[in-house]
């Protein structure tokens, strides 16, 4: 039965399933660490982490699921030891500033940096509640937590990029 | 703040998000390299990760020999006498080198009891960063910056894992491992990676800090793959000592896993 569903995962299988599932992969993991090469290695890591667990998973729909946690979860790693965090944002303010032209992009430029300065948690739970529109309880069984606890990450996530935005704007 | 305001607030959240994943890059659409990584992944993990749960849906020893077999075809496992994996030209500073590990974990000796649990020495040998990656759910490029030797582990099944005719809830298994790291502060690095717990979805794991085993250590309890699951993970020097059980009933509970572990501290320190 295993060896079955093994056999079905052959390499067509598994390139239609990356062509199926990557990209939407792959936006997640840029919203979470607003690096594109990062966002592409996470997404392999993750496609062959969840592609090993492929044989184990009740159904091909539990696919999709399963790699945006495992997205969600290798992020978080990779944020997990401040120092590499502090040296990412380090490397992220001496970055040159994109010159925006007009006011949307100067908006959606301060955001972005103000969501890329959020911790990991706060930045992951704002983006599956509003990127994703995961609900509270699936949002806290992906970040190992109460819902209570997803609802005051999302709310000071949100509290702190108005308060980051505002500040980036006005400086 | 108002009503309409948090509306608006939550609005331009969205619209922000929507916009800033548009400027997502675009992954290749085959995904070349990726597929054929995914592919080896998927043999490797159905035999060597957490002792597979395949064993259970293809039922008992048919599986379990269709696991050896394997395991003698492929690079993944060593014959007996397993010889370590580690680069020679790694300079190893802290006090245990490659050929203590053998020492360290659980032995066959020690008759792990209490869940009627034997050593299989199919389960016996050396890993290396991917492997040991693989098996704990750890990253492995992580684990692999973090600086990791090599790795040696026992595994003990329990008989039910042999009987076709026993209920699954009785098949528990028990891994053992001591990885080396070339200095304290790189087998630092990976306790902390392998304590974070999986990488892969788990649910209700709860992790605590233990006191009495080498210089920093901590146990974990959850559901890993829809499987009970306990651990303990700890850092004696420049190596990280690593004891974990899954059970499809449960995992051996911690009164019988913490003697073990002691029984390995013991030796390390």
């Not at chain 2, 034997?118 to 040991?132: A, I, L, M, Q």
């Amino acid at each position: 039965m295993v060896v079955g569903s093994a056999d079905t995962a052959e390499r067509r299988g598994l390139a239609e399933l990356f062509a199926r599932h990557a990209p939407e992969a792959t936006r997640l993991a840029y919203l979470l660490t607003g690096d594109h090469a990062l966002a592409e290695d996470l997404v392999q890591d993750a496609f062959v982490r969840a592609a090993g667990r492929l044989a184990h998973l009740r159904s091909r729909e539990a696919f999709s699921p399963y790699l945006r946690r495992t997205v969600v979860n290798l992020s978080k790693n990779h944020f997990r030891h401040q120092t590499v965090e502090r040296a990412y944002l380090a490397r992220q303010a001496r970055e040159p500033q994109i010159e925006p032209v007009d006011g949307g992009a100067i908006a959606h430029e301060s955001m972005r940096r103000a969501l890329q300065q959020l911790p990991a948690r706060q930045r992951a739970a704002v983006v599956l509640r509003f990127y994703e529109d995961l609900p509270e309880s699936e949002i806290a069984e992906i970040l190992r937590c109460r819902p209570g606890t997803v609802r005051s990450l999302v709310s000071r996530g949100v509290a702190a990029l108005r308060t980051s935005s505002e500040v980036l704007d006005g400086a | 703040m108002a009503r309409s305001d948090r509306s608006d607030e939550m609005h331009d959240v969205r619209a922000f998000l929507e916009r800033m994943a548009s400027e997502a890059p675009i992954p290749s659409e085959e995904g070349g390299a990726v597929v054929r990584r995914a592919r080896r992944h998927v043999g490797a993990t159905l035999v060597s990760g957490a002792l597979a749960i395949a064993l259970v849906i293809t039922g008992g020893v048919a599986a379990l020999d269709a696991v050896r077999a394997w395991n003698r075809t492929t690079p993944l496992v060593s014959e007996p006498p397993p010889t370590p994996t580690g680069s020679p030209s790694i300079a190893i500073t802290g006090r245990f080198g490659e050929d203590d590990l053998r020492d360290l974990v659980l032995r066959a000796s020690d008759r792990p009891t209490g869940h009627g649990l034997r050593h299989d020495p199919s389960f016996s040998e050396f890993n290396g960063v991917t492997s040991v990656a693989s098996t704990l759910d750890v990253s492995t490029s992580a684990l692999a910056q973090a600086g990791l030797v090599t790795a040696y582990f026992n595994g003990f099944l329990s008989d039910a894992w042999y009987d076709t005719g026993a209920p699954p809830e009785e098949r528990v298994d028990l891994v053992s491992y001591a990885i080396l790291f070339p200095d304290v502060e790189a087998a630092h690095t990976g306790f902390e990676l392998i304590a974070a717990g999986p990488t892969t979805p788990v649910s209700g794991w709860r992790s605590e800090p233990v006191d009495e085993l080498g210089e920093e250590a901590q146990e974990s309890r959850g559901v890993w793959n829809d499987v009970p699951t306990a651990a303990i993970v700890w850092r004696v020097d420049n190596v990280v000592l690593f004891l974990a059980s899954q059970g499809y009933g449960d995992a051996i509970p911690f009164g019988v896993l913490r003697p073990l572990a002691e029984l390995m501290d013991a030796r390390a320190t």
